[in-house]
Structures are given as structure tokens and as C-alpha cells.
């Protein structure tokens, strides 16, 4: 049975930090591309942050320079450390496995991220 199991969410003013975590259980997950999604109040779906097996990375513009992702082999886990946050960052944020569009391949059960103005 797989399990992702996101944590780290919660209530920031604007200009704050949260590091978001994503256990994943189950399976190793090391040769898969994995992935931060959003999808804020009234709005679509968005992926925001992608790492490769090899690495690399990939960032939606509207969080470039701000957000990180990485990732832990070892410990099966992904994190997204997301800096100098804004309102527009509220959501529910989901950890996925091998993102593709806007689907995916399993998903966690989301953790809410809200900033205050």
C-alpha cells in the first residue's frame, strides 16, 4: 500500500517560511520524478515544483526564487522549503509521484499553507 504523508503546513503571515515534508511509504520511490502541487481557493490545480531522480529541478514561475524542492533518498521523503511567501501562495499543498500535467501518478492528502497579509 502506498502512503504519502505530507507535513509542515500551516499559518504564516506574508514574508514567512514553511517547510513542507513528504513521507512516502510503501515503496521506494528514488527513480521517480516527484512533485509539489497546489491548488488555492477558486483555482485550478497547479504543479509548482518537480525534482528528477537525477535531480534537477523545476519551478512554476510565480515561485521561482523563493520555493525549493528537494529530495531524500534514503528516507523517502520530499521537501519543498518555501520562503518569503505571499497571500497568493494559499492553498492545499500535495506531494505527488511522477507528476505528468496536472495528474499524477499516486498523491498525498494535502496540507493547507495559509498566509495572512
Known amino acids: 500500500q502506498v502512503q504519502l504523508v505530507e507535513s509542515g503546513g500551516g499559518l504564516v503571515q506574508a514574508g514567512g517560511s514553511l517547510r513542507l515534508s513528504c513521507a512516502a511509504s510503501?515503496?521506494?520511490?528514488?527513480?521517480?520524478?516527484m512533485g509539489w502541487f497546489r491548488q488555492g481557493p477558486g483555482k485550478e490545480r497547479e504543479l509548482v515544483a518537480a525534482?528528477?531522480?537525477?535531480?534537477?529541478?523545476y519551478y512554476a514561475d510565480s515561485v521561482k526564487g523563493r520555493f525549493t524542492i528537494s529530495r531524500d533518498n534514503a528516507k523517502n521523503t520530499v521537501f519543498l522549503q518555501m520562503n518569503s511567501l505571499k497571500p497568493e501562495d494559499t492553498a492545499v499543498y500535495y506531494c505527488?509521484?511522477?507528476?505528468?500535467?496536472?495528474?499524477?501518478?499516486?498523491w498525498g492528502q494535502g496540507t493547507q499553507v495559509t498566509v495572512s497579509s
Open positions: 505527488a509521484v511522477d507528476p505528468s500535467g496536472a495528474g499524477a501518478r499516486y
Open positions: 510503501g515503496r521506494t520511490f528514488r527513480s521517480y520524478t
Open positions: 525534482i528528477t531522480s537525477g535531480f534537477s529541478t
